[in-house]
């Protein structure tokens, strides 16, 4: 059974940064695409940003480009997203996913999600 567990959310002041982490485990082979959304009180889940499985095709939502960094280790099956220049706006429960989508994009299907991990952001 694959499982998805988020790690690394905290609450920060403006400008600050955190990395998340997202373990996966119950795969056979390590999945060919994975992302992070998130999603803030009231409003829908948004994807931030989804990379391949060699790394080599990372994409962001405009408003993270810059700030946000999406990499994954496969040897320890672990997703990560570092996070600069934090800003209110960033506030939100995130959430780590995966799938096979080939294209790997935001707007991919994703099978597998994990619980989340809250991120607060303060001015």
């Known amino acids: 059974q694959v499982q998805l567990v988020e790690s690394g959310g905290a609450s920060v002041q403006t400008g600050g940064s955190l990395r998340l982490s997202c373990a996966a485990s119950g795969y056979t082979y390590s999945p060919y695409c994975m992302g992070w959304f998130r999603q803030a009180p009231g409003k829908e889940r948004e994807g931030v940003a989804a990379?391949?499985?060699?790394?080599?095709?990372?994409r962001y939502t405009d408003s993270v480009k810059g700030r946000f960094t999406i990499s994954r280790d496969n040897a320890k099956n672990t997703l990560y997203l570092q996070m600069n220049s934090l800003e209110p706006e960033d506030t939100a429960m995130y959430y780590c996913?995966?799938?096979?989508?080939?294209?790997?994009?935001?707007?991919?299907?994703?099978?597998?999600w994990g619980q989340g991990t809250q991120v607060s952001v303060s001015s």
């Open positions: 996913a995966a799938g096979d989508s080939i294209a790997c994009t935001l707007s991919s299907r994703f099978a597998y």
């Open positions: 990379i391949n499985r060699d790394g080599s095709r990372p």
